[in-house]
Nanobody, 122 residues
Framework: VQLVESGGGSAQPGGSLRLSCAASGFTFDSYAMSWARQVPGKGLEWVCGIHSDGSGPRCVDSVKGRFTISRDNAKNTLFLQMNSLKPEDTALYYC????????????????WGQGTQVTVSS
């Protein structure tokens, strides 16, 4: 399994970034996928998840209305569109493979990528 994130970088508050995750080594359209993030000294925080067929996207309350998760199963790619960015969104963002077809209530992953840094500051 390989998950390779891209699209991170620096943005000003109120700006936008789009993260991508190229997946390989498993049957992408058979698994739910998630985005998670981590800041130094804190644990991994689940951000958004989407079912294997692209249905049921949902996100943590702190990013609802600003972040959108989507996937292209034909291209084995996961996306995270981040709008109206805030300084508190600064973190290392990971693409993560869930254990089954449905995003679980309690986040569980068996693989994740190396992460892409997002920094929001003026």
């Amino acid at each position: 399994v390989q998950l390779v994130e891209s699209g991170g970088g620096s943005a000003q508050p109120g700006g936008s970034l789009r993260l991508s995750c190229a997946a390989s080594g498993f049957t992408f359209d058979s698994y739910a996928m998630s985005w998670a993030r981590q800041v130094p000294g804190k644990g991994l925080e689940w951000v958004c998840g989407i079912h294997s067929d692209g249905s049921g996207p949902r996100c943590v309350d702190s990013v609802k209305g600003r972040f959108t998760i989507s996937r292209d199963n034909a291209k084995n790619t996961l996306f995270l569109q981040m709008n109206s960015l805030k300084p508190e969104d600064t973190a290392l963002y990971y693409c993560a493979k869930n254990l089954g077809m449905i995003v679980p209530t309690t986040p569980k992953y068996d693989y994740w990528g190396q992460g892409t840094q997002v920094t929001v500051s003026s």
